[in-house]
């Protein structure tokens, strides 16, 4: 019976420690790119429509005095391409720039990307 209760514990304690990891790889895949737009009068509304139909995004802040979009996302629900494509069918051109792009599985605009923040 005991033998029983330690393979018992030992399958908890790696179904435990297999959460843990999954848990902190999904903090690992938050985002933050920095989008040059465009705008006009209805970007704010038309950009920030737009944003609530996409997945993933964790927050957003929209500047139309700088013309960027800031948005934070996570990249295991959606890559900088799709982001782009939402605003170019919110009829906008957004240019990103490769800032806080790391951890993600999209990777970075021509530039060397690292997985999970960890350096070679």
């Known amino acids: 019976m005991s033998k029983n209760l330690i393979i018992l514990l030992t399958l908890l304690l790696f179904v435990a420690s297999g959460y843990a990891k999954k848990k902190a790889a999904d903090t690992d895949?938050?985002?933050t790119v920095t989008f040059l737009v465009m705008m006009d009068k209805d970007a704010k509304s038309k950009i920030s429509k737009a944003l609530d139909g996409?997945?993933?995004i964790l927050s957003s802040k929209i500047d139309t005095q700088k013309q960027e979009v800031v948005v934070t996302?996570?990249?295991y629900?959606?890559?900088v391409s799709n982001l782009q494509n939402m605003f170019k069918e919110a009829g906008y051109t957004a240019s990103a720039l490769e800032v806080g792009c790391f951890g993600s599985p999209e990777?970075?605009?021509?530039?060397?990307h690292y997985i999970n923040n960890s350096m070679p």
């Open 107 to 112: 990777g970075c605009l021509n530039a060397k």
């Open 29 to 31: 895949a938050e985002v």
């Open 77 to 79: 629900k959606n890559t």
């Open 54 to 56: 996409q997945d993933g």
């Open 73 to 75: 996302f996570d990249a």
